[in-house]
């Protein structure tokens, strides 16, 4: 028991944040709602400081907006900053696949297709959660390869921003990204061929840029 000691604030903040993002992202915090680190402090169990230190940095990253003494709410989905959020992280995996494709291994190329299998089957049964997750596992293959730090907080910071919205579509019956360019990506990958790696990464981000749209 001597080597269990008191929970480093970082992580309270971290868990707070984590937490707030996620419900945000899957839509249980709706937009427009007002948000009270109370109220949530209270829910997540924590005090109120670090939900407010992860409020402020939702506030930064577009989630949430805040008036000082007046109120916290979650922003609403706005067309144009998904574009523009698409349009950044989109750049950021392209940049990782160049990097990442020269230094694959098998296994690396196994997880993506493994990833693939539980997106295609998720968007098959209509589990949103389930296909966003594998998606997320698929990329995050390259961006952890390419060793791009830079890249790959980018690419955590704007990608929920995105998702919000892609949950919606896929509520309204559309598809999660096709599985059908993620073969195409990791037959690239396989192949060893940078450029085409990065043609089809391009072409699944310009897809999500046009998600918005409709809005």
């Given at each position: ?145 390419s060793g791009n730090r830079a890249a790959a907080a980018t690419i955590a910071r704007y990608t929920p921003l995105i ?14 990204r096709s599985a059908g360019l993620h073969e195409q990506l990791i037959e690239a990958c396989a192949a060893g061929d ?22």
């Amino acid at each position: 028991m001597d080597a269990i000691g008191p929970v480093p604030r970082t992580l309270l903040r971290d868990r707070a944040y984590e937490a707030i993002r996620d419900a945000i992202v899957a839509g249980d915090i709706e937009p427009g709602a007002a948000v009270r680190d109370a109220d949530l402090a209270e829910r997540l169990g924590l005090s109120r400081a670090p939900v407010r230190e992860a409020f402020s940095r939702l506030v930064d990253e577009g989630l949430l907006e805040s008036k000082p003494q007046s109120y916290t709410r979650v922003t609403p989905v706005v067309a144009s900053g998904v574009r523009d959020a698409a349009a950044v992280v989109g750049a950021m995996h392209e940049l990782a696949a160049r990097v990442a494709v020269p230094r694959l291994f098998a296994a690396d190329v196994e997880m993506m297709r493994s990833a693939n299998e539980r997106f295609a089957a998720a968007v098959h049964a209509g589990d949103v959660d389930t296909a966003l997750r594998a998606d997320d596992e698929l990329h995050d293959v390259l961006v952890r390869v390419s060793g791009n730090r830079a890249a790959a907080a980018t690419i955590a910071r704007y990608t929920p921003l995105i998702r919000r919205l892609e949950r919606r579509r896929f509520g309204e019956g559309g598809n999660c990204r096709s599985a059908g360019l993620h073969e195409q990506l990791i037959e690239a990958c396989a192949a060893g061929d940078v450029d085409e790696a990065v043609r089809v990464t391009a072409e699944i981000w310009r897809g999500l840029e046009g998600l918005a749209d409709g809005d």
